[in-house]
């Protein structure tokens, strides 16, 4: 019996009812067609899961019964915070999702010289609302029962700028420096990507002179998405849990 994972947004108590939300309920009733007696987990991003039973399942409203609480998070030991820069297409959704589930612990998306989306304050606020559902989406297949953080879109120069104890990694054709070959830190590596097109020569030299040391995936030149999963998992292999 396949058992579901399901994303809450609110506070989860053992020994109570739940009405699951609308995109839940949706996915319950109206994808998988679960009937009153089926079981489900349900998660909050709290770092713990909590098994349930339906006990209402129509077409618009979904009702559980929280069971048992369990403390079991796959939450990988090595932080990594991406910053991406922001990408036309499905390529950002791409990232989102799969940067999710190799274990990235923060996200940033970057503002920078070549990006190709330009939106207004309203409509970035709505995209930041369809990301985060493409990483709740991730956490649910992938196990996670901590979201990682997705930081606002803000300017590369800002996030260049910000304090930090990590490794500070950009992506640069040419380099000889390879991930692999890295020293590792316990407070991890803040990894920065650049957009379909790449960072420009003066970004690139902004952010080494902010600390980041230049890297490279090898002599060919990859996507953006591709450098960017790339590159954590190399990360991952290295230091983490991969």
Not at 173 to 202: C, D, V
């Amino acid at each position: 019996m396949r058992i579901p994972r399901l994303f809450h947004p609110d506070t989860i108590n053992v020994d109570e009812e739940l009405v699951l939300s609308s995109e839940a309920t949706h996915h319950v009733a109206n994808v998988l067609r679960l009937k009153a007696g089926h079981p489900v987990v349900i998660f909050n991003g709290d770092g713990s899961e909590y098994t349930a039973t339906i006990i209402v399942a129509e077409r618009r409203q979904v009702i559980v019964e929280i069971d048992a609480k369990l403390t079991l998070d796959p939450q990988s030991p090595l932080p990594i915070h991406l910053g991406q820069g922001v990408s036309k297409g499905d390529r950002m959704d791409i990232v989102l999702q799969k940067a999710t589930e190799l274990g990235v612990t923060h996200i940033t998306p970057l503002i920078t010289e070549r990006c190709a989306v330009k939106l207004d304050e309203k409509r970035w606020e709505k995209k930041q609302q369809q990301w985060q559902k493409i990483i709740q989406g991730a956490c649910e297949q992938s196990g996670r029962n901590t979201l990682p953080i997705l930081n606002p879109p803000c300017s590369l120069a800002s996030w260049l700028a910000e304090s930090t104890a990590q490794t500070r990694l950009v992506l640069s054709p040419g380099s000889q420096q390879k991930l692999s070959q890295l020293t590792a830190n316990s407070q991890g590596f803040r990894l920065l990507i650049g957009p379909e097109g790449g960072l420009s020569e003066s970004e690139v030299h902004q952010a080494e002179e902010t600390g980041f040391t230049g890297c490279s995936l090898g002599p060919r030149i990859l996507r953006t998405e591709t450098a960017a999963l790339a590159s954590v998992s190399v990360l991952q292999a290295t230091f983490g849990d991969l």
